[in-house]
């Protein structure tokens, strides 16, 4: 098909270069502390994050010349890699922090089968729904047989524990199931009644859990303890002020904010280039999700419609939470700020869902 022809979303390709450039400053300035305490090289850590921004951006453009109806023969598989990657995690994975999070292909490369189980989640939803979508809005052979899907996965998650990226899911498969027709009262009536009873056994399995909803209604309680971070955050966004303390400035990230360069890195953006600075990438992941809505709905068929959601929702929802525990709108849990985060492979599979979201974009541009 002429599809390869066709013109990209150009508007999104500069947002995300936009969103990768800003990042990577960040992840200069904000990791050059930790990598010289470290590593005795202030650019250790952004060097890697820089190459492999590179390779994703090669990556991200040549998928965004594959057409994605190819992914659609394969979307019973996708469920079914999922799993494994999962189980293979459990087994083979590398405890740290006390989450069996992460498989270790050599000494220094590793890679989270979770980033891989949200795209293989998008790609199974959009291909399942298509297959049933006339049936999506009851309850039985719509709803419930379509969520089924997701236990065994989220499961696996929890069993890690990998509870961020188990909301991250949750919550594109639904927007995706809603999207397609299934009835948003029936997540209303089911969700609340699972999710209430799915936290009271997580805080009863994990009292940890509990002590984070404490911490976040009163952190200054702990101040020394569980909320150090958030009240070292709060403090690295309230000096900054209207336009920041200047590039390379912040005073937090002096080892007082752990993971500074990774999930705390909007607060040090805070507090370098100000409110300005956070306005400036707000509007960018706007832009971001807005042309992705546009995408979906220009998608020649339900399939891309359906993964344009998936993929603008994965971003939109990791940027949302992020934003939200760095400013202790919710309670602290592990969310990379997606563009921004240090973390070379979710970097790189980041880039790959884009440049699916740049194919469908091709797809649509006639």
């Known amino acids: 098909s002429s599809f390869v022809n066709n013109p990209i979303d150009f508007t999104l390709l500069i947002t995300i270069l936009l969103l990768l450039s800003i990042g990577l400053v960040m992840v200069l300035s904000a990791s050059s502390p930790s990598a010289l305490s470290e590593t005795g090289n202030s650019y250790s850590f952004f060097s890697k994050q820089l190459l492999f921004a590179v390779i994703g951006i090669v990556a991200m453009l040549f998928i965004s010349k594959v057409d994605y109806r190819f992914y659609q023969k394969f979307y019973k598989q996708s469920w079914w890699i999922a799993l494994a990657l999962l189980l293979l995690v459990l087994v083979a994975g590398k405890t740290i922090n006390g989450a069996k999070r992460w498989i270790y292909i ?29 049936d999506l809005g009851k309850y039985g052979k719509g709803f419930i047989k379509h ?9 696996l998650l929890l069993l890690e524990p990998h509870f961020s990226a188990s909301i991250v899911i949750v919550t594109i498969v639904s927007v995706m ?48 303890g569980d909320g150090w971070q958030i009240i070292q955050s709060l403090y690295a966004i309230g000096s900054g002020g209207l336009f920041g303390a200047g590039l390379g400035e912040s005073k937090q990230k002096y080892l007082y904010l752990s993971e500074p360069h990774n999930d705390f890195i909007f ?100």
Not at 273 to 298: D, H, Q, T, Y
């Open 106 to 134: 050599t000494d220094t490369l590793s890679v989270q089968p979770s980033e891989i189980v949200k795209l293989l989640m998008i790609i199974f939803y959009a291909g399942v729904l298509v297959k049933n979508r006339d």
């Open 147 to 155: 969520i089924i899907f997701l236990a065994p996965i989220i499961g």
């Open 177 to 224: 199931m809603i999207i397609a027709g299934c009835k948003f009262w029936h997540f209303l009536a089911t969700g609340g009644t699972v999710g209430l009873a799915g936290v009271i056994l997580l805080i009863i399995k994990e009292p940890y859990r509990l002590q984070r909803v404490v911490t976040f209604l009163d952190p200054w309680k702990d101040a020394t």
């Open 267 to 366: 607060s040090i953006i805070a507090e370098e280039l100000g409110f300005v600075g956070c306005i400036l990438v707000f509007v960018l992941f706007a832009v971001f999700i807005w042309r992705g809505v546009l995408i979906a709905i220009k998608a020649p068929d339900m399939f891309g419609s359906l993964v344009a959601v998936g993929i603008t929702s994965l971003v939109g929802v990791q940027a949302i939470i992020n934003v939200a525990v760095v400013t202790s709108s919710m309670p602290v849990t592990g969310m990379q700020l997606p563009f921004f985060s240090y973390g070379g492979t979710a970097l790189f599979i980041l880039l790959c869902e884009v440049g699916v979201l740049l194919s469908i974009s091709r797809a649509g541009n006639k």
